[in-house]
């Protein structure tokens, strides 16, 4: 540590004095008590560092003692400081208080759900609620203020934003500007230290121009931070990235022997990945080996006379509500890995990430990552050991095959080709492809400040349109969604289900990339007035059902989800049964299909005669992320018929 703990110091949660423990990304010390329940919600809402016998980058340090110093926490309790919640019977944990549920229901609805986070005042346009707050990170970055920039996250700005008219990230402006611990938290949020802005350059190259060396190498580190943390876990170095070492690949002391014929297979399996699901392995496992890590300093630092076994260790990766079902149940089969197995699967991964760097031949990419978890964890397995019972969490299987898979803000690897690209690339192709990219970007956000300063003229105009539509008659609609009920099955879902008929709920359910938006005029798309209306209304249906929530209201599930529902079917209906663009279909699909699951995790939430009630922990999660791709896919829409109807 660079510095010692202040004698004041006190856990954020409950206020126990001489806190071991820091949460990084939300800028608090923790005691161990309330560090065990941080650390059972998942590296997503909380990564968590034992102060003293966990390796810190000195400048990560000092950025989380800045922020703990400056009151951060008053970021995350804002509404309790008010002294009305006192009287509301709403107050923060005491060391008195039990762990379970006291204090870990107070971390959960504090970090999780972030109810006392002081809350935008609401508007019809989330999304420019966002951009406002981004521009004003990007402001922000260059002076020292970082409770300032925490706050700013915490209510949605992005770390990664690029500012369409200063043609850069606020990583760019940090770096420039020589501020070390602004970068440092952006990093944290899933800034990348590689992005381009509009002159190729990156975050790197300005801090090196400008002369802050230090800053510069601390980004290099930080765009190598999943390789090196691998390599250092199992030989315990480092690579000199200051003399061009990137990579270190250990070896194992038996790797001279030959391998298995299913080895084999699982090392070609891995190589023949897309760039896109080999970077998500690696993320898992990197995430994987931050538990099995932290659980060593957990039990080495404990009093095991007075360990309460609840707070032990974290047996396997939480469930990440932003991943699908599939890939979380993936994660949380590495945890049943043994030492030896789990190297090995850590010495490919940083053998393929070394090659695949180097721009080296790659095959198909449409292979299952599940083979190569099974294949890895059978090499040193007994045939008896591969049919236990899984020691795992119960996570819900996709109904479709459910590809799509959102960033997480702590990311720290980008993608190196989009998910329509299944070859390797070369390090020349990657940085024109990111170049295209940004300048993509800056078009498009162009285009959505131009819809934006029509915004009023269109409410006008969609105010006289619903008048006319009252007058004449509704045209029948290509979007059949009606189902016999005949058709449903013992659960209460239609076998072909409800969105079958209308065409879009096909194959694959991902949002293409924005190059994608390049094509062919299509004069059949809607008007772009008729779309946001639309949108306005399927996001103002959404943020009731993510207050529902968050108020543990899950009888109002259902009622949200059906509104939805009926949202996303007329704003379906304004499209053509078969538009021409690819881009639309897809979508559209995510769209339909979205609301479709959407309805049918919330019916999980009513109790069923004679059976355990459900797990509403998952099932939130679950409803979370059926409201974001329908969001995510209504947000493309309107970005696509924007496009259109302006050229």
Known sequence: MSKRLRNTDLCADCNVPEPRWASVNRGVFLCDECCSVHRSLGRHSSQVRHLKHTPWPPTQLQMVQTLYSNGANSI?????????????????????????????????????MLAFVHRMPCREDDSSTAKDLSKQLHSSVRTGNLETCLRLLSLGAQANYFHPEKGNTPLHVAAKAGQVSQA??????????????????????????????????????????????LAFYLCGRKPDHKNSQHFIVPQMADSSLDLSELAKAAKKKLKSLSNHLFEELAMDVYDE?????????????QNHSTLVTETTVVPFLPVNPEYSSTRNQGRQKLARFNAHEFATLVIDILSDAKRRQQGNSIASPKDNVEFILKSVGVRHRSDSQENDQPDYDSVASDEDTDHELPLSQGDRTKSLDSDLSDGPITMHEYMEVKTALSASEAKIQHLLKANNNLSDELRLMQKKASKLEKQSSVPESDYDNTFNDSEMDDSGLSRRG????????????SIPEMDDLVMDPDPTLPSTEDVIRKTEQITKNIQELLRAAQENKHDSFIPCSERIYVAVTEMAALFPKKPRSETVRSSLRLL????????????????????LGPDMQLVTQQVIQCAYDIAKAAKQLVTITTKENTN
């Not at 079958?500 to 359910?509: A, I, K, Q």
């Open 498 to 509: 409800r969105l079958r008929s209308s065409g879009w709920l096909g194959e694959g359910n």
């Open 289 to 301: 080996v931050d538990r099995r890590e932290t659980d060593a300093v957990w039990l080495a630092t």
């Open 76 to 112: 995350w309790e804002h509404s309790l400081l008010d002294p009305a919640s006192v009287m509301s019977g709403k107050r923060k944990a005491n060391p008195q208080d039990k762990l379970h549920p006291n204090k870990s229901e107070f971390i959960r609805a504090k970090y999780q």
């Open 184 to 229: 440092e938290l952006l990093t944290v949020y899933g800034a990348d230290p590689g992005a381009l802005d509009s002159n190729g350059k990156t975050p790197i190259d300005y801090a090196r121009e400008a002369g802050h060396h230090d800053l510069a190498d601390r980004l290099v580190e930080i765009q190598y931070e999943l390789t090196d943390r």
């Open 592 to 611: 339909t299909s979205s609301a479709y699951r959407l309805q049918s995790e919330c019916r999980k939430a009513l109790p069923s005669e004679g059976c």
